[in-house]
């Protein structure tokens, strides 16, 4: 694991985008695993600008989303699919055909989990994962629980990471009880793995999945058995 200690999120955000970046100029196939909440806008920003000034040509990326709600519909503002089309992928001048995010709207979640996985399969799996960490210590929406699970599934969110989420929604309840996360066999597969987390809220968790046991019931936790793991962080561990 190699952690690179930053000052502040602007500079989070500058050198995970430079990372992301580096590895698409190197590789301009790469097949980038992407994450939602807060923590990554910063640096989507980035990449437009990088982007925007010709310092990176997403045209022949592909891009694969760790997760989505069940029950929203990509329209919906709340949606990750929507949250990436607007914080990146309609900004860059990336195919929107290669850009994957699962369908938490669709009829069968068993045959879209299932989809998915042989997506991630299909692609080769993903050259570079960035990741976020939830305050439970979740990854995508891969939960606490008893045991890691390999493929992409269904997860009934747990009751601290709704509120951690309403923040988004109108009202708690407008959350959406359900999701399909990505599983960790393809994020621990992917070949680096850049993990960003910033506010002092996150400060224990953080601290916990990196130098604590490796345990499902901090998710995080198994990125330390990861031979390429990246953390940038302004946090103290
Ligand atoms: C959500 C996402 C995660 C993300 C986490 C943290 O639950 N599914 O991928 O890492 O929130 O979000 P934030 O960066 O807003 O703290």
Do not use: W
């Not at 607007?86 to 879209?112: R, Y």
Request: glycine content about 6%.
């Amino acid at each position: 694991m190699r952690i690179i200690k930053v000052k502040n999120y602007e500079e989070m955000s500058k050198i995970a985008a430079d990372i992301i970046a580096a590895q698409i100029t190197l590789h301009p196939q790469t097949v980038l695993g992407l994450a939602t909440g807060s923590t990554p806008i910063g640096t989507y920003e980035r990449l437009i600008e990088l982007c925007n000034n010709g310092d990176v040509d997403f045209s022949q990326v592909t891009t694969i989303n760790l997760d989505e709600y069940c029950d929203l519909d990509p329209t919906h503002e709340q949606s990750y699919r929507y949250f990436m089309n607007k914080h990146l992928l309609t900004k860059v001048n990336i195919d929107l055909e290669n850009t994957h995010v699962p369908n938490g709207k669709a009829a069968d979640i068993d045959a879209e989990c299932k989809r998915y996985d042989e997506l991630i399969q299909k692609k080769g799996g993903i050259d570079l994962q960035l990741l976020g960490i939830g305050h439970n210590g979740h990854i995508g929406f891969n939960e606490p629980s008893d045991e890691f699970v390999m493929g992409t599934h269904c997860v009934n969110l747990k009751e601290s990471t709704i509120n951690a989420n309403s923040r988004f929604f109108n009202t708690t309840d407008d959350v959406p009880k359900r999701a399909i996360t990505m599983g960790i066999k393809p994020i621990m597969q992917a070949g680096r793995i850049l993990l960003i987390a910033s506010g002092d809220d996150k400060k224990d968790i953080l601290k916990k999945a990196l130098f604590g046991p490796v345990t499902p019931l901090v998710p995080a936790s198994i990125l330390q058995l990861h031979k390429n793991l990246i953390v940038v962080t302004p946090l103290d561990l």
